[in-house]
C-alpha cells in the first residue's frame, strides 16, 4: 500500500529513460527493458562470455583462472543506463530486476553445476555465490555495495548460499575509464582471501569489463582451496562492431 500511496504524489520514473511508470515498484519501463541487449549464450564463448567469433581471434579469457563466463546483456545502450543509475544513483530497486534476469536466462549448468576440466557436469554440492568486494572506501563512499546486493539477491532467487570470500586490500583504484592495459597492471588489483575458500565457487559481479578483476579474484580463491570458479555477471562489455540481440528471452518474465 505505501508505495502506491508514495507513487501518487511521487510517481516513479524509469531508471533509464527517466519516463513515468505504470508500476510503483518498477524500476524500468517496458520499452527499456524490451530494448535490453541480450546476449545468446548458445552464441558466446563460454571461457570469456564474448560473442563468438572473437573479434581479435582469440579468446581474451585463455589464461583466466576462472573456468567459465557468463554474462546477461551487453555493456551498452540501457544497459549500460542501468548499470550507471544503480551503481551512481544508487538505484538499489534495480539490483532485483538484474538477479531476477540472471536467475531466468543463465545455462542451469552454471547455476545447478560446475563443468569439470573434461567437460562433465559435476554436482554443485557446496557451490558457493561470491561476490567481488569494492574497495572499503569506494563503499563508504557509495554507501552499499552493489555487487554484494545483486549476490544477495541473486542467492535468494536461486537458493544458492553466499560467501564472504574475498577483501579487497591496498590503495584503491578507478577501473571505470581505465585502458585495458591499465586494468590489468599486475599490482593494481588487490584481493585477499578471508580463510578458506569453498570448493566451487561462483564469482558474481555486476559488469565484466577485460576479466581482470573477476581473474585476480579466481586466482585468489584457488589459492584459498577453491577446485572451480566460475564467473557470473548481469553485463559484458563487448567490441562496438559486436552484435547482440535486442528479443526479449523467452525464459524471463518480469
Known amino acids: 500500500m505505501l508505495p502506491e500511496l508514495i507513487s501518487l504524489a511521487v510517481p516513479p520514473c524509469c531508471a533509464a529513460c527517466r519516463a513515468p511508470s505504470r508500476h510503483a515498484a518498477a524500476a524500468i519501463c517496458e520499452d527499456c527493458e524490451g530494448a535490453l541487449p541480450w546476449l545468446d549464450a548458445a552464441r558466446c564463448c563460454t571461457r570469456c562470455a564474448l560473442p563468438l567469433p572473437h573479434a581479435h581471434g582469440r579468446c581474451p579469457a585463455r589464461d583466466a583462472a576462472f573456468d567459465v563466463a557468463w554474462s546477461a546483456v551487453a555493456y551498452t ?3 549500460r543506463e542501468l548499470l550507471h543509475a544503480l551503481k551512481f544513483a544508487a538505484a538499489r530497486p534495480l539490483a532485483a530486476v538484474m538477479a531476477d534476469q540472471i ?12 563443468a569439470s576440466a573434461a567437460g562433465s557436469p559435476q554436482a554443485s554440492a557446496g557451490a558457493t555465490l561470491v561476490a567481488v568486494p569494492p574497495h572499503p572506501v569506494r563503499r563508504r563512499i557509495r554507501g552499499f555495495d552493489p555487487a554484494d546486493l545483486l549476490t544477495r539477491t541473486l542467492a535468494n532467487r536461486a537458493g544458492l548460499p553466499t560467501a564472504l570470500a574475498l577483501r579487497r586490500r591496498g590503495t584503491p583504484s578507478r577501473q571505470l575509464g581505465a ?27 555486476d559488469v565484466h569489463t577485460t576479466g581482470a578483476t573477476l581473474d585476480a579474484c579466481a586466482r585468489v580463491l584457488r ?8 564467473a557470473i555477471t548481469w553485463a559484458r562489455t563487448c567490441d562496438a562492431a559486436t552484435s547482440v540481440e535486442n528479443d526479449h528471452p523467452q525464459a524471463y518474465h518480469r
Open 77 to 79: 545502450g540501457v544497459a
Open 223 to 230: 589459492d584459498a582451496g577453491a577446485e572451480r570458479v566460475a
Open 103 to 114: 536467475a531466468a536466462t543463465v545455462p542451469p549448468s552454471l547455476l545447478m553445476g560446475l
Open 179 to 205: 585502458s585495458r592495459a591499465i586494468r590489468l597492471e599486475s599490482d593494481r588489483l588487490g584481493f585477499q582471501a578471508r580463510g578458506a575458500a569453498p570448493r566451487r565457487v561462483i564469482l558474481v559481479d
